[in-house]
């Protein structure tokens, strides 16, 4: 089994602007978590949300863009994460 990294970029209405999966491939969760931690490294703000489980991360806190990161065993976006409106 393969593991992608998804990303999407919002406005500050929630719409998608921009989304695509990141070229990487990882055999391993743990390698793709490590992958989207370094990136959250580098934002000012993130966080994490349970829900559909995505990361976001923002260059300010009251920003008008954020960007979601989730991970996926596919690289086509999943049935959950497109209900949760990421497409």
Same mark, same amino acid.
């Given at each position: 089994?393969?593991?992608?990294?998804?990303?999407?970029?919002?406005? /500050?209405?929630?719409? @998608?602007? *921009?989304?695509?999966?990141? =070229?990487? /491939?990882?055999?391993? /969760? *743990?390698?793709?978590?490590?992958?989207?931690?370094?990136?959250?490294?580098?934002?000012?703000?993130?966080?994490?949300?349970?829900?559909? =489980?995505?990361?976001?991360?923002? $260059?300010?806190?009251?920003? $008008?863009?954020?960007?979601?990161?989730? @991970? =996926?065993? =596919?690289?086509? @976006?999943?049935?959950?994460?497109?209900?949760?409106?990421?497409?």
């Amino acid at each position: 089994m393969a593991f992608f990294v998804h990303w999407c970029l919002l406005n /500050r209405e929630g719409r @998608i602007l *921009e989304s695509g999966c990141f =070229d990487a /491939r990882f055999t391993r /969760r *743990e390698g793709a978590v490590r992958f989207v931690l370094e990136r959250l490294d580098a934002a000012p703000h993130y966080g994490f949300c349970a829900g559909p =489980d995505y990361w976001w991360l923002s $260059g300010a806190r009251d920003g $008008g863009l954020e960007t979601r990161l989730w @991970i =996926d065993a =596919d690289a086509t @976006i999943s049935a959950q994460h497109a209900d949760a409106g990421f497409v």
